[in-house]
């Protein structure tokens, strides 16, 4: 619920909320669309167990945002919860490398980060839209400090080894000379009245005076070089102070260089709902809210246990794993409800007496293959030299895209670029299949011809390709609307006394969100059946 | 300077400064453009003033940003140094009002800042462009941390009290829904063959393929209801997790509505380079960077000097001031120049022997009307109903913007909005003429026909009118092209032993940056003067 407006003198959210305490949440949808709140969440508020549920256990497969997220509203609910987790840390792929962190890879591969105090990557999710509520939600209530997530900076690049002779461009230029040219040309049609039959005559009118506003058109509906266009695309020559100081207009870039470029199809990247601005990342790392969830929950989880086999029956559910800090004795834990958080990929592989429809369901989702390098540099170039404060370049190139840090901005120093960020392709497989060390070099490579200061620059980096990651075995849920069509509702049923949660089980896959309102309706389901005995 | 790209060996950035060097700026900029780097920053870097100014005094009047960067580095390059300030604080506009402070307008009214700890309200300045290069070596030089200001929050209203029936729209729906309308009207007459003079056919191929991804059309070219619009739109139902979670795709505005509205004028307020993200603010209050500049130079203000008199001859210039603590007997203050940072509508009130040019350019300037009303808040409802995190909503209401604030995201608690600011116009004048609690009264009013929370949740606000402040009697230099023209060039000469600086003296009005980029020309030109002897 995005709106809360005062109607008379019951807050509209409580209004709601009293509509949705008697008539349930349909009734309540159609209540706040009613009332003119055109939009919610899919986050439903704080969830409240309410009932008792008389001393029932649940076991929890997973320590990752999913599983913590179910134990702790079941603690809080009055249940005996107990988790496994495959790591020796809490947050599953809500992880952070840092100086002096390993990490081993399938294949065998060992890496030890060596960035700076204060650097880090996130090889995972590493950023949080503004309609995330659920996760928004837990953040405030553990604690988490947020700051802003650059997605747009337009002083970054968009760059294609194809285009313009190779030299990257700024977003600002493609971004404003795309939307002038687009408005001059449908002023010119409108002023042609080629437009009657769609727009009417008065609207026509207004349509050119927006397309002037909108597109920076001059006085003739042109998009040409002069200070009106460069108050929006940026000058040759900025505005000063004192003598000689007027500013030099700029050039915009021909249309036919902006189509054949295809530059225009990176800027969905900027504008997309989930991209949006104002987006967060969490102070310190996106590891802090694994922390903080475990900071509540850590006491129930059990480390390095690797689980071989779920099995249910009339009265519970026997889960069998080893520790594979001492491997060798299988070791078996029980309780009367459990909630598997286990990615797909690997749940696949594991022995699970569930129904043919949910067994299905678990293997009909392939995973996404990511590749993600952080790339340490001796000096913020990108901010000194190129005025890039953050955001993300685009390029044709295999790296797919360069992000700039969201913090610390402008004080010099180190920092880490996220100097690959594939996904899915060709160019994920690739990466895949080379060593880290590879991966890194290649980054470097291909990031010079953006930023050629990055051979100079360059100190260390670490290369995370999510197919290798052995928790996972791929990056995310990776849905097609025909398979979430026959299997998506038999992955999220309860099954006897088994409930799959996680990123895979939402429609929000990959996105941390995701994992937390699957994890809240599977909770809440389960809870129902519980009390219902 | 917005490009450093390593060129055989040598930086680019080490190139050009050999070119400039030897030969100056003109042939440098020439040498810029030709080396591929488009663009030319207001700032040329640190200030360098080489040559022993033999023990020359200068005087500066003002220890606003113009005047403080003028004493840092006249002081750095040899000169003694002392600088007369009316207020009792350095900084001038550059200024936060926070609880405990007490503010006097002209007019006599006193107001006592109410706010909470950390709460705070900045009056002038308030948001710095990636761009204002000069700012940011500043900030960067003297340790003020900054942190990214929002301008542009998706989620942010536009509202217009004559359409929609009053409702406010979310910024992501008129500007993705506009250009969704457009791209299907040009589509669509480029399907037609409309515009075969001005594209040719090869292009327009690619035009259409752009107008898809750009405008969100679907395979028609149509821009529709549908899961693709909600994308980037937003959805009426977000996707959830479990079951049951499916998105429920949002209805776009229909283009007459957005036309009729008129609320495509504000989308401007996004895409201005002045505007485009990544901008800053100082962490705690704009007056970070004037307080960081005292630090260096406090030792030199003298403070609560009103200057009556500015006398120039061939060996000095000798200015007359009252101590407004000690008021009745003039004092004076010599040196062999002076630097005067006074705004224009003061000074033109001061008597001060310069030529008739520099006499008239300081006639000619108006000074800009702005009122910003700062509102504190019990809640920070804009956050927890309405997901607004930092940005600007516009509105056709007196009070033009409501900005949230662009810190302290999501923790809940107080905090206070900028419920009013104006820029010139029938309003400024109004709000002016008013009580400064009537001011308040009113921007709460007008503000809760956006934010129906204002009436509850309001506590306590402050407003400050820039044609009452004593020390500026208006906002800010506002120069039209033909007074340009005529007198700016003659305002920023130096004349005889007197230099002006000040935004007022720069090619951006009302912009820190102005001030001191103004600053360092008018000092870089002095030091030529004075070692020419």
Redesign the interface.
Known sequence: M?????FNGLSR?ELLSLIGITAGSAVM?QAMTSL?L??????KGPLKLDGDPKGASVLILGAGLAGMTAALEMRQAGYKVQILEFNDRAGGRNWTLRGGDTYTELGGETQTCEFDEGMYLNPGPWRIP??H?GL?AY??RLGV????F?Q????AFLHSSKAFGG?PQRV?HIK?D??GH??E??A??TQ?S??ES???KE?QE??LE??K??GALDADYGYRAGHLT??????????????G????A?EPIG??DI??S?L??N??NY????F???M?QPVGGIDMIGKAFAREVGDLIKYNAKVSKIEQNDTGVTVTYEDTKNPGTPQQASADWCICTIPLTILSQIEINVGAPMQAAIEAVPYASSVKVGLQFKRR?WE????I???VSYTDLPIAQISYP?TD????GKGVLLGCYTWNGPNSYEFTSMSPAERVRLAVEYGSQIH??Y??EFETGIAVAWHRVPFTLGCAGDWTEEARKEHY?NL??IDGRIVL?GEH????PAWM??????????VS?LHQRVLAG
Do not use: M
């Open positions: 995005q709106h809360n407006q005062v959210r949808y003119g055109a939009e919610e969440s899919g986050y503004y309609h509520n928004l953040c405030k400090a947020l700051e802003p650059q747009l900076n337009h002083n030299k600002r404003t795309f939307r687009v408005s040309l449908l010119k049609v042609k080629q437009l769609s727009v009417t609207d207004i349509l927006a397309l506003s909108w460069s108050e929006y695309r940026g000058f040759e020559k900025d505005p000063g102070g004192g003598l100081a007027a500013p030099v700029g249309l036919p189509l054949n295809r225009w199809g800027l969905a504008a997309l709902y989930e949006q601005t104002t967060f170039f000194e030299d190129d005025l404060f953050g955001g969201s901005f402008n004080k010099g050629p200061q051979k100079d509702d999220c049923q949660a089980a939402s429609y929000i969100e995701g994992a937390i309102l699957s994890s809240l309706d599977a389901r």
